[in-house]
């Protein structure tokens, strides 16, 4: 069989240094995976190694999928916590976007905000929940507080440093052209760093989904999260996987749509290595 | 916004400077620099430069490493502040970076974000140059350093040797009265390297422009420079102005008229002998 190389005289082996594999055994292999773990869940149910009260067989997840968008509305759940994120998020980037770029432009805004940035970056946004509710009750702003404080501080971190590694020749060069101030930000170190940006967010936007799922369990009647917690009370655990399997489809969904803006954005970068 | 305000983000303005008379075009008087490094000394880096460089004239930095050619060239530009002494230009103090003075680095510079066009139109954008004016000019600097295929790429298809002759194109477009470089070869392989000096050599013909280069290639010096300043180390000084008087004013093509002149043996011998004297002691501890 062969790996990597299609000349047979030279040698070609599965584990190799610097070797980049095809595109087709990518696939392949990384659908290999996946098969091989739904293949033993499956076998772990139809042998009787665990309790299918507490694991029910992979196919019966599926199943359980199906019924809940086709005939219980589980569709409206989805798009309340889509429609949590993307609020939030948005909220969030709008402040941290400009906020990231003037602190890691201008010394005297970094040395104003940092340290009160950086403070709370080390507070973790649960602790809020509390004094959240306390405030908010139980509508929609806790729940877009917490995703809102969970994600605000990193970004503006992220971006500040990104900013601030915009390399000095290209501010240099501008400078000697004429450039001014305000110019130079919008034309050099906007462009320069907003590839880095956008990643930035795609790496957020997976943190944003954990915080969504804790204020859904927590405190939600509505959402993926308060979903699972119903049928935790029902012991349906299909249900509780099937959450889980949305969670997990609709992240990914998220970070194929970010990589795909990547290249349609930025097609002057050389994006091989993403 | 003023209180982001630096005195070296000012920006200089010709305007309310005296007409150019006999004044030569670049003048440094007694110009020293030191850098204050944290928790330690100062570092003098140069002390008491002067030197002057002629209406459309290549005056060259030449040293060994570490001399200070760089910190010279940046103050020129504007992006570093002396610590005391005098910088003019056309009889104008130098208090910032302008248009006035583009600098073309050792480092590449394009921005990726533009096509070759569109990054030798930037400086003229900066500075509100009409748009058909802007594309022409563009198109005309794009065709002297010989990229008017390229135009429409983006920097990331161009090599090392193309991405600086953007570079130049770009500076020269937006008509600086002196052109600043450090070292702009310096990352380039050998072959590449002479022909962008005989490209330099042919746009310092047609382009009639002032130019204040850094390198420490000796035979770079020599084949491009009117004028060249030699410095010396610890601190950084003029050791020696050295005027290539073998060329006899002539501006040369190619490089191998320039080991068919008499004279250019014992030039270059003389500059190897005071880089030796200069660059031996990094060796002795
Ligand atoms: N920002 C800085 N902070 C502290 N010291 C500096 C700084 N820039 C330059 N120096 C010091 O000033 C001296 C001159 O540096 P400079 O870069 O001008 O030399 P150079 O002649 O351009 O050297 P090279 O040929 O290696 O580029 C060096 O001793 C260097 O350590
Ligand atoms: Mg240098």
């Not at chain 2, 429409?152 to 008509?175: C, D, F, W």
């Amino acid at each position: 069989m062969e790996v990597a190389s299609k000349s047979s005289a030279y040698r070609a082996r599965w584990f190799e240094f610097l070797t980049p594999t095809s595109k087709r055994w990518r696939l392949l292999l990384g659908a290999t995976v996946w098969v091989i773990f739904f293949g033993l869940w499956e076998m772990a149910v139809l042998w009787g190694w665990v309790n299918t009260l507490l694991v029910p067989s992979p196919l019966e997840v599926i199943r359980t999928l199906y019924e809940l968008f086709a005939e219980r509305g589980f569709l409206s759940d989805v798009g309340i916590s889509i429609a949590r994120i993307l609020g939030s998020f948005l909220v969030a980037c709008t402040l941290a976007i400009p906020l990231g770029i003037l602190m890691g432009s201008f010394k005297t805004v970094e040395a104003f905000f940092n340290p009160f940035v950086s403070a709370w970056r080390y507070l973790p946004a649960p602790a809020f929940i509390p004094i959240l509710l306390m405030w908010f009750g139980t509508g929609e702003l806790p729940k877009l507080a917490l995703l809102f404080l969970g994600v605000i501080f990193f970004l503006i971190t992220l971006i500040m440093d990104h900013t601030s590694q915009v390399r000095a020749e290209l501010i240099e060069t501008a400078m000697t052209l004429g450039g001014q101030r305000w110019q130079i930000l919008w034309t050099v170190v906007v462009p320069a760093v907003l590839p880095n940006i956008l990643t930035s967010m795609r790496q957020m936007l997976a943190i944003a989904w954990t915080y969504l799922v804790i204020a859904e369990i927590i405190a939600s009647t509505t959402g993926i999260g308060a979903m699972m917690m119903r049928a935790r009370r029902f012991l349906h655990t299909d249900e509780i996987m099937a959450g889980i399997l949305i969670i997990g489809i609709l992240g990914l969904a998220f970070d194929v749509l970010f990589r795909w803006l990547q290249r349609v954005l930025f097609p002057y970068l050389d994006q091989e290595g993403h | 916004m003023n209180m982001l305000d630096e005195d070296r983000m000012a920006q200089s303005s010709p305007s309310a400077c005296p007409p150019p008379t006999d004044t030569p075009k670049l003048r440094l008087a007694n110009v020293s620099k030191s850098f204050h490094v944290p928790r330690g000394e100062a570092i003098e880096a140069i002390k008491d430069v002067s030197f002057t460089t002629l209406e459309n004239e290549v005056c060259v930095l030449l040293g060994p490493s570490g001399c200070g050619k760089s910190t010279v060239l940046r103050m020129v530009a504007g992006l570093e502040q002396p610590s005391s002494g005098e910088l003019m230009l056309d009889g104008c103090p130098i208090t910032g970076p302008s248009q006035e003075r583009g600098m073309v680095f050792q480092a590449y510079t394009s921005f990726d974000w533009l096509t070759v066009q569109q990054n030798v139109e930037y400086g003229m954008r900066l500075n509100h140059v009409p748009k058909a004016q802007r594309r022409e000019r563009a198109r005309h600097f794009i065709e002297l350093v010989g990229l008017s295929r390229f135009a429409g790429a983006y920097p990331r298809h161009l090599s090392g040797g193309m991405k600086q002759r953007v570079a130049i194109a770009r500076t020269l477009a937006n008509e600086p009265a002196i052109l600043l470089m450090d070292e702009p070869f310096g990352a380039l392989d050998a072959q590449t390297r002479w022909q962008m000096q005989e490209l330099m050599m042919s746009i310092v013909e047609s382009a009639n422009t002032t130019i204040l280069m850094v390198t420490h290639d000796i035979e770079e010096a020599i084949f491009l420079a009117d004028r060249i300043e030699f410095m010396s180390r610890h601190p950084g000084r003029v050791h020696e102005e050295i005027i290539p008087s073998f060329k006899q004013g002539r501006r040369l093509r190619h490089k191998e008229e320039l080991i068919g002149l008499a004279g250019y043996g014992d030039l270059e011998r003389h500059i190897l002998h005071l880089m030796r004297a200069q660059g031996g002691e990094d060796f002795e501890h």
